[in-house]
């Protein structure tokens, strides 16, 4: 599978500083699990947890659970047990060092190169390399799971361009036309003035805690022409105190002081933002563009109301930011769990991406449940890999493809980058005290704020 467009040119790594103190929570050696070590132990019986998103529906643990069934029933010896686990950068830490993750769990690409720096997640590559189609990845979108090697220890699930994410409802309430979403960052503003105005509505919400508030900051500044950080060979120097983050800055500073159209609610993270986006309060925000799963099944959004579209790109050398989902294994599993999990992680996440057959189990079993099934996605391998799975699901398809329109006509004409490649949360982590203080104080100093912001990510950098 060859990529022909450019949006699958991410270069997507980066490594979250967990301090050094964590590198004891590794039980790995360096050297992984060897297949014919696998092979060993493949007739054991074995029992791996593996993670579900927290505050799932019932419906949609349902289709999980199908979904282990049919897997126990190609493999006997393995027993598979859920555990309710969502990637949250403040906390995330103190899990890995705590031993509470599972067996199988998911973090960002930011976090891939960090953990397997470290040694803080299973050494699998030896096991992946074994799968048909582990060749067949995107080479940019693997290397947030490899060591400097090459060895794929996290295997990537899924990529995504940020979006911006509306309510066609409120569009519609707001004498706005749903189908014609905003294509400036301009129309953005004149759109979130009017959805507060007639409506009464959040017109647009900005998540500012649990390091979101830097990550989509820093979305802004990508499609405004700038980057947070720039790496020259080994070097990489903190670029949050410039005008392109300065410019995001004070557009946000007016929509919330000049126009009122931000709302009230100014501690947003990930997960309150799509709690109030779903539940019909919020006209707008940005995030990942395949957050329609989530908004569905966690947070009951009306599939009717549902929009989105790509972001504005203004200025010289504006982009998408891009990142995606790494699957890895827990340190402390033993080489009978660890060749379990890369056998779950090859069921249940990445069959569907490579194989009709389990392509259609899959969205049989996720539309028995009435889960969505058939969002457009980024793909992990190629635009037409992508496309050949709409294919293969096309009758089990239950959303509204001509919803997603706006941004999976347009998602693959725009130029994605990754995020910042060095303390990439800690990078967000000193953002989100900038954007909170820019909605709840008016005088805000902005150039004040970003030149402490930028020395304290630099200072983050340089420790390493």
Same mark, same amino acid.
């Given at each position: 599978m060859k990529s022909t467009r450019r949006t699958t040119a991410l270069a997507l790594a980066g490594a979250l500083t967990l301090g050094a103190a964590l590198t004891a929570c590794s039980a790995d050696d360096g050297q992984g699990t060897a297949p014919a070590e696998a092979e060993e132990t493949s007739d054991e019986p074995v029992t791996i947890q593996v993670a579900?998103?927290?505050?799932?529906?019932?419906g949609a643990v349902e289709a999980v659970k199908t979904r282990i069934d049919e897997f126990e029933a190609e493999h006997p010896n393995i027993t598979v047990e859920t555990q309710e686990?969502?990637?949250?950068?403040?906390?995330?830490?103190?899990?890995?060092?705590?031993?509470?993750?599972?067996?199988?769990?998911?973090?960002?690409?930011?976090?891939?190169?960090?953990?397997? /720096?470290?040694?803080?997640? !299973? $050494?699998?590559?030896?096991? %992946? =390399? /074994?799968?048909?189609?582990? !060749? $067949?990845l995107n080479p940019n %979108? =693997?290397?947030?799971?490899?060591?400097? $090697?090459?060895g794929q220890w996290a295997m990537p699930i899924a990529a995504y361009g940020q979006a911006i994410h509306y309510n066609r409802g409120i569009f519609t309430e707001a004498g706005l036309d749903p189908d014609a979403p905003p294509t400036t960052w301009d129309e953005v503003r004149e759109a979130a003035a009017t959805i507060s105005e007639k409506t009464g509505k959040t017109g647009f919400a900005e998540m500012t805690s649990s390091n979101t508030g830097g990550w989509i900051l820093t979305t802004l500044v990508y499609a405004m022409g700038g980057r947070g950080e720039q790496v020259d060979g080994d070097t990489a120097t903190a670029t949050v105190d410039t005008p392109e983050y300065a410019k995001a800055l004070e557009y946000l500073k007016a929509m919330r002081w000049d126009d009122d159209s931000m709302g009230d609610e100014f501690l947003y993270d990930w997960g309150t933002s799509h709690a109030d986006f779903g539940a019909g309060k919020i006209g707008m925000f940005v995030s990942g563009g395949g957050d329609y799963g989530n908004l569905a099944t966690q947070n009951a959004m009306n599939p009717d109301d549902y929009g989105v579209t790509v972001l504005p790109l203004e200025g010289d050398d504006a982009a998408v930011l891009g990142g995606g989902t790494l699957a890895a294994v827990n340190a402390k599993a033993t080489p009978a769990e660890q060749a379990a999990a890369v056998q779950w992680i090859d069921f249940y996440y990445m069959a569907k991406l490579t194989d009709e057959q389990a392509a259609v189990a899959d969205a049989q079993a996720t539309a028995d449940q009435g889960q969505p099934v058939g969002v457009p996605i980024l793909p992990v391998f190629d635009q037409e890999s992508e496309e050949q799975r709409q294919a293969w699901i096309a009758d089990l398809t239950n959303v509204p493809l001509e919803q997603f329109a706006p941004y999976s006509d347009f998602i693959y004409d725009q130029p994605l980058e990754a995020e910042p490649p060095v303390a990439t949360q800690d990078l967000y982590a000193a953002l989100d005290p900038v954007v909170q203080a820019v909605l709840t104080d008016e005088d805000a100093d902005v150039a004040a704020l970003l030149a402490e912001a930028e020395a304290n990510v630099q200072n983050l950098i340089d420790r390493g």
């Open positions: 579900i998103d927290e505050g799932l529906e019932e686990y969502t990637w949250v950068g403040t906390t995330f830490a103190a899990d890995l060092a705590g031993g509470t993750l599972p067996d199988v769990f998911t973090v960002p690409f930011t976090d891939g190169r960090g953990l397997i /720096e470290r040694q803080q997640i !299973a $050494d699998i590559s030896g096991l %992946v =390399a /074994e799968l048909p189609y582990a !060749a $067949d %979108v =693997a290397a947030a799971g490899q060591s400097s $090697d090459g």
